[in-house]
């Protein structure tokens, strides 16, 4: 009896994880439940009112538990906006229920947008506002009360560049002590107006969080509209000698545009880009109906099967590490240098636990080396760490800095309240609430005034 | 949306002068001389061993001239305080 049981758990893989989601239709909150089948791993969920919901989480059990079992690194805000009536996630603001500080505030300055891509988590188009410097001024010092200073910004919209007073505003986050300022845009003005990205480097802008989907001029047609690619090149060119670093961020789109991976890696690689980020399409604002069935997603699990698969493995699954201030599902993250023209995953050389503080906050290359940095002699002389640095320092002489990320946005089909309620990449409103990126897209949006 | 790590730091070229004498100029743009010298004090000077110092400071060419022992040892050192050493 006792045989057949186990071995009935063991053909099972027994899983019994119960997220908190929300229907994605009316929204409200509703228990579901993680199931095993052919196409992966799913979220399954039952609203009263508009049924059966099946999403697809990882593609299989055994990478979604390594992903829940990775390290966390939390660290709380001094302050909330919000208090906590109804719970998570109806208060959000942040409320005492969270259980991150902010990592990156976005500010979005304009809902207006020059492009109206057929896949847009914003459903951004022509038509919308932009925000008065009084009403940013006024966001930024309530984020300042909460973090005890301002973190990093990405300065965002809409097209951003389509702000009249973007200078101004970029010079404000300066003012007030903002470093780092990151500008995302989808390139058209920084590749139109050469003069742009000097500008805006000289206002405190440090880097461009360039979109682009593809090196295929069809994909581009497909996701954003209109063939891109020569515009996005000389954006970079642009960018690149007027000093800001680029990042680059890829919408991925199954079917579409997820066999390009490394292709867009390597093309980042080949310019000296800071790095490039993946996000997964969320079902949120405008997407291709053909495309943006509840149960497609890709997921992490999906990323670090296709990146080890289309890099022939020069970057492995285990060269990428969940990023440990978020939930470990959320997002990965691989520090590289580039050697010898080829990719050389940090963790290759250091033990992971060594660079698990590193990866909390996404810590900029200068004071990851900091900390790495080796300590003066004593009784750890000649251990293994000890060579382990010396092998990291003669790999870094005459290489380059890259690092490539994945983001397991969430969208009302896959929402998991424990995933949010962990979250650190928080938008910030204009009442200078902050609310998790993918919470925001999915309730809170369109609420706002 | 995240925020990927930064990658900001100052580029240098370093030259043999003489036995254990070496010229190390900046290739990053400096905003003034006030800016080489913080450089000197908080950067530079962490990364000297014993017996190692800086000799002189020439704004004009964005240089140090630096009296070193173990130049592979002290360019190893200068990567973990963002300094890069251009490759060879």
């Known amino acids: 009896m006792k045989k057949a049981l186990t071995s009935f758990l063991e053909q099972r893989d027994y899983f019994s994880e119960r997220p908190m989601s929300i229907c994605p239709v009316c929204l409200r909150v509703i228990p579901g439940v993680v199931r095993e089948s052919e196409a992966g791993l799913l979220m399954e969920k039952t609203c009263p009112d508009h049924g059966v919901f099946k999403t697809t989480i990882c593609t299989d059990l055994q990478r979604y538990k390594a992903l829940c079992a990775a390290d966390r690194k939390v660290t709380r805000p001094l302050a909330r906006g919000s208090p906590s009536e109804h719970g998570c996630p109806d208060d959000c603001g942040l409320c005492p229920a969270h259980d991150q500080h902010t990592c990156l505030a976005i500010l979005e300055i304009t809902s207006r947008c020059d492009l109206g891509c057929p896949v847009c988590l914003a459903g951004s188009s022509v038509q919308g506002g932009d925000l008065q410097p009084a009403q940013v001024e006024h966001a930024l010092k309530r984020l300042m009360e909460y973090e005890g200073g301002l973190t990093p910004i990405q300065i965002s919209g809409g097209e951003p560049t389509l702000h009249p007073q973007l200078i101004e505003i970029v010079r404000l986050i300066r003012s007030l002590g903002g470093r780092g300022i990151e500008l995302n845009s989808n390139g058209l003005a920084l590749s139109g107006e050469p003069h742009l990205a000097q500008r805006l480097g000289e206002a405190g802008i440090a880097s461009v969080y360039l979109q682009m989907d593809s090196l295929d001029p069809k994909v581009s047609k497909f996701i954003r509209g209109r063939d891109l690619v020569e515009a996005k090149v000389r954006a970079i060119e642009n960018c690149l000698q007027a000093g800001l670093e680029v990042i680059l961020s890829v919408t991925v789109v199954p079917g579409v545009n997820d066999q390009e991976i490394w292709d867009v890696v390597r093309f980042a690689m080949e310019r000296r880009l800071t790095g490039v980020n993946f996000q997964a399409m969320t079902l949120t604002g405008r997407y291709p109906q053909e495309v943006g069935q509840g149960e497609d997603h890709f997921t992490s699990g999906h990323f670090l099967r296709e990146i080890q698969r289309q890099s022939n493995g020069a970057l492995r699954e285990g060269d990428l590490t969940p990023i440990p201030c978020p939930d470990p599902r959320c997002g990965l993250i691989s520090y590289a240098l580039i050697h010898e023209g080829e990719l050389l995953p940090l963790n290759r050389l250091l033990e992971r636990s060594s660079l698990v503080d590193c990866l909390a906050d996404l810590k900029d290359w200068p004071q990851t080396l900091r900390h790495l940095r080796p300590q003066p002699c004593g009784p750890c002389c000649g251990t293994r760490e000890d060579r382990n640095l010396e092998l990291l320092s003669d790999a870094m002489l005459g290489s380059d800095f890259f690092s490539i990320g994945f983001h397991a946005m969430m969208d009302p089909y896959c929402l998991d309240l424990d995933r949010v309620k962990r979250c650190c990449v928080h938008e910030l409103t204009p009442e200078g609430k902050l609310i998790p990126f993918c919470l925001y897209n999915t309730k809170y949006r369109h609420t706002q005034p | ?88």
């Open chain 2, 1 to 88: 949306m995240l925020k990927l790590p930064s990658k900001r730091w100052k580029k240098v070229r370093i030259k043999p002068e003489g036995p254990g004498r070496y010229t190390l100029i900046f290739l990053t743009p400096l905003k003034d001389e006030d800016e080489l010298r913080e450089i000197v004090e908080e950067e530079i000077d962490m990364c000297l061993d014993q017996g190692e110092r800086v000799i002189d400071m020439q704004w004009d060419r964005r240089s140090l001239t630096l009296a070193i022992a173990d130049i592979v040892s002290f360019k190893r050192r200068l990567l973990y305080v963002n300094i890069n050493p251009e490759d060879p």
